[in-house]
């Protein structure tokens, strides 16, 4: 997170300025196709957690499934390439949206265990992060790696270009992870919120312009484009490698860091330190927002008390 005196080097991209221009170099020149950096092998999975009701998905190595009466039992995964990301919704129990490190989409709609592609549309770059519309659950949005933030509204059957990557200190910058939260403010109450390798922002489903995220009302602060000082931000430019948030609690997000997993019980604004381990992945429950699950330096951990203590979680 950047202060106001930084505010100089943080500019916000538009809708369509870049694709806009990209669009015509890559015409004007007859190119097919943009390069996209890869951020892992075509066959790696994970690290990547998420809740579908009370059990949980982790995808390290291999992808697996917890219950939690029956131990961990292993999924077959996606054919069409490791996994980078995953994200369910508490409305649509047993079906797991997958951002593959191939490129594209993959949604299982019995937890699990069988796979389609919902690639059609999508760059051919790996899928950072996904993330569904808290109060649309048929809305999925994912983060491509060199390109920017997709949009779904049909589980993932059609996508649209929705937002450029942001500027961040004279560059674009890649989204590292993505939460969809319910905000009294905003298009229906629904912003995305974006970790970068610089820190946190949000746009509005409006997608008209990144922002800070920031103290008081949140389409004053967008319109008004002035970032407000923050009290207790996340610490500046680290990465954020995982964004939640609560099902039952929208205003209360975790993020994993390589300093920890941080909590906020106010949309983002102010930030508490509950882990000091390098986190690379989280998931809360959809029903109890102290009910946390992340992997961590210290391998799969749990709390039941939103961070305060922690326990292994054992995988055999």
């Known amino acids: 997170m ?21 669009g015509a170099m890559v015409a004007g020149a007859g190119l097919i196709g943009l390069p996209f950096s890869l951020r892992a092998a075509p066959g790696a999975t994970g690290p990547a957690i998420a809740f579908d009701g009370d059990a949980l998905i982790l995808a390290e190595g291999s992808l697996s499934r917890s219950d939690g009466t029956d131990g961990w039992m292993e999924l077959s995964g996606p054919t069409a390439g490791g996994i980078l990301s995953l994200a369910t919704h508490p409305r649509r129990l047993g079906r797991i949206a997958a951002g593959l490190t191939s490129g594209g989409i993959a ?40 390109d920017g933030l997709w949009k779904s509204e049909d589980a993932g059957r059609s996508w649209v270009f929705a937002m450029d990557r942001p500027w961040l200190a004279d560059a674009e910058r890649d989204l590292t992870a993505l939460a969809s939260v319910d905000l009294a403010t905003g298009m229906g109450g629904i912003w995305i919120y974006a970790g970068t390798e610089l820190g946190l922002i949000r746009v509005p489903d409006c997608f008209c312009r990144w922002q800070d995220v920031q103290p008081g ?5 967008l319109v008004s484009g002035k ?11 680290e990465t954020i490698n995982a964004l939640v948030s609560a099902a039952s609690s929208p205003t209360r997000l975790y993020a994993a860091l390589p300093s ?44 039941r008390d939103g961070g305060a203590n922690w326990t292994a979680l054992a995988r055999g």
Not at 115 to 144: F, N
């Open 260 to 303: 920890g997993i941080w909590e906020s019980q106010d949309a983002g604004v102010v930030w508490s330190q509950k882990s000091s381990t390098r986190a690379l992945a989280v998931a809360v429950h959809p029903a109890n927002a102290d009910h946390v699950a992340a992997i961590t330096g210290d391998g799969l951990v749990e709390s």
């Open 2 to 22: 950047k202060d106001a005196n930084m505010t100089t080097t943080r500019r916000y991209s538009t809708r369509f300025s870049r694709r806009a221009f990209l």
């Open 227 to 237: 970032p407000a000082p923050m009290e207790a931000p996340l610490p500046e430019g």
């Open 217 to 221: 009302d949140a389409m004053d602060a």
């Open 107 to 146: 949604l299982s709609e019995d937890g699990g265990h069988g796979w389609e592609s919902r690639s059609q549309g999508l760059p051919d770059a790996p899928v950072a992060a996904v993330t569904v519309a808290t109060a649309e659950p048929d809305t999925v949005y994912a983060a491509i790696c060199g």
